[in-house]
């Protein structure tokens, strides 16, 4: 199952804008891993909350609510940090048996719904040999990115109204933001409950499944739901499999997308990992100020 995006418009246009889209128009007819592979033997009490689980997954990660079954007393529990966690990205596609990835890293305020990141290009992904990594800054409804080059001064920002974007910048910036990977998981219709693994030494639990953006959109907290609104409008089909490991307090630790949308050609599969760990670490972010933002014309890639 897989999500397949219009292109017309003025969305469209605003997507061409960024960076990333270079990376991405230029593989069409690719497709990406899967993944999750790995399999563990499912007990009755992880099968039997898989749905409460995934589904509570945000609002865990943001500190606001206890859950239930495999979740439960996480908020309250000795030991349990959330609201702020640690960063790794990587948006993927493959075309002619190349395999295009772009990187990021850095930190995310859940309670806040901020994060930065330093997303790094692959060679040639932005018409040069290399680029240097664009910093982006995520924020309820706004993406700001430096060093976007393209005409753009070194020393400025590009601000994007992600509730105007088609894909609701599930995509567009080469990061799914963190909050919006986590609450498309209120979405989810279909859970499989895989196993119990380890995930870079912490124990998680498996699980496997299908979401609906209309349905995570209408779901989200406050502050969320606009991108995902967009882009249950921008997509024609916005059912989109997921991997995702919760560990015992019932913290997203990693979720894996998958997305495909069509450009000019064939169908572009993308996939997006997401991983989340050093909770509690501090986070600060800092939005620009107007004078800070580049309001000039940026020239198309």
């Not at 409460?52 to 349990?80: C, E, I, K, Q």
């Amino acid at each position: 199952m897989v999500v397949r995006q219009h292109r017309s418009g003025g969305g469209a246009r605003a997507v061409c804008a960024l960076a990333v889209v270079g990376v991405m128009a230029a593989t069409a007819g690719c497709s990406g891993s899967g993944g999750g592979g790995d399999r563990a033997v499912a007990d009755e009490r992880g099968a039997a909350d898989a749905l409460d689980a995934v589904h509570r997954a945000a609002a865990v990660l943001a500190g606001t609510v206890s859950g239930t079954g495999t979740v439960a007393v996480a908020a309250s529990a000795p030991g349990y940090t959330a609201g702020t966690a640690e960063v790794r990205t990587s948006m993927e596609t493959a075309a002619g048996g190349t395999r295009v990835t772009i990187r990021g890293r850095g930190t995310y305020d859940f309670r806040n719904r901020k994060g930065r990141l330093m997303v790094v290009l692959p060679k040639d992904a932005a018409g040069e040999e290399e680029h240097r990594p664009i910093t982006e800054l995520l924020a309820p409804g706004a993406l700001y990115m430096m060093n976007r080059g393209a005409g753009v001064p070194a020393d400025k920002w590009v601000r994007v109204d992600t509730t105007a974007l088609e894909d609701g910048n599930l995509v567009t910036g080469g990061v799914t933001d963190p909050m919006a990977a986590a609450e498309l998981l209120r979405g989810a219709r279909q859970v499989t409950y895989v196993g119990k693994t380890v995930l870079a030494g912490v124990p998680v639990r498996h699980y496997r499944g299908t979401a609906d953006i209309g349905l995570a959109a209408r779901e989200a907290a406050p502050g969320s739901g606009g991108a995902l609104a967009a882009a249950a409008k921008g997509f024609s089909t916005d059912t989109v499999p997921f991997d995702a490991y919760l560990d015992e307090q019932g913290r997203l630790c990693k979720v894996r997308h998958r997305f495909s949308f069509a450009n000019e050609g064939p169908a572009v599969e993308v996939v997006s990992t997401t991983l989340l760990f050093g909770f509690g670490v501090p986070v600060s972010v800092r939005l620009p100020e107007g004078r800070d933002i580049y309001t000039g014309q940026i020239r198309q890639r």
